[in-house]
């Protein structure tokens, strides 16, 4: 997605915003995209509180003048900004490629609404092209691994499932955790998956955001288009 489509994804995301909101800062490049629009606004006297859902993005918005809060001291807001690695039918996302996927999702969570910012490449007619992002514990990885292997032959998904590296040591979120990038290539019931992979001890969480999106801006060479649920 070349950086003129995220300015303008990010600019349509960025009229959804009111006086007195309170809202979630997404991760990755496109959400910085927004959050660099968002500070001159808020340098302009647009009165908000952000929440962000990494540190990366922490840094950027009071770099940038934005006030920020926790989710403890905001458990309810009004809207989440945030990109997307696919979005698929029913703005069912596969989100987590910036390795923000659980706080991401716990922010998206507790929001009235979520709009997702994307380029046109990111929709897609079936999730799974995008390896999928599953956060784990470091404890039993490998049994973890497995199980997760096996809860996916179950639905009939196979391929790789291998540990998010850092150069030549193991990613870490924010949180500590572990990540594995499951290359499934398709996945046609995301709403099973979810459901199978959330029973497994070890999954913090994945991936998958299902009935979460409330509004998709999509930007592509013909101009923004809106898609919802």
Do not use: N
């Amino acid at each position: 997605m070349s950086a003129e489509l995220k300015r303008k994804a990010a600019e349509v995301a960025l009229t959804h915003v009111r006086p007195g909101m309170r809202l979630g800062l997404g991760t990755g490049s496109t959400a910085e995209a927004f959050v660099r629009l968002l500070g001159p606004r808020v340098a302009e006297g647009l009165d908000i509180v952000g929440v962000p859902t990494s540190e990366r993005t922490a840094a950027l918005a009071a770099s940038l003048g934005i006030r920020l809060a926790t989710l403890d001291e905001l458990p309810e807001l009004d809207l989440t900004i945030d990109g997307a690695d696919e979005i698929g039918p029913r703005l069912a996302l596969v989100k987590g490629g910036g390795g923000a996927l659980l706080r991401e999702k716990i922010v998206a969570a507790a929001s009235v609404r979520m709009i997702v910012i994307a380029d046109s490449a990111k929709v897609v007619a079936e999730l799974g092209a995008f390896p999928l992002p599953i956060e784990v514990v470091p404890f039993g990885l490998e049994a973890t691994r497995r199980a997760i292997v096996a809860r996916a032959a179950a639905l009939g998904l196979e391929g790789p499932v291998q540990l998010r590296m850092a150069g030549d040591r193991p990613y870490l979120t924010d949180g500590g955790h572990l990540i594995l990038d499951a290359s499934f290539r398709r996945i046609p019931q995301p709403e099973a998956l979810a459901l199978a992979l959330s029973g497994i001890p070890g999954c913090v969480e994945h991936g998958l955001f299902i009935g979460l999106a409330s509004l998709a801006v999509v930007a592509g060479p013909d101009g923004v288009s809106l898609l919802e649920p």
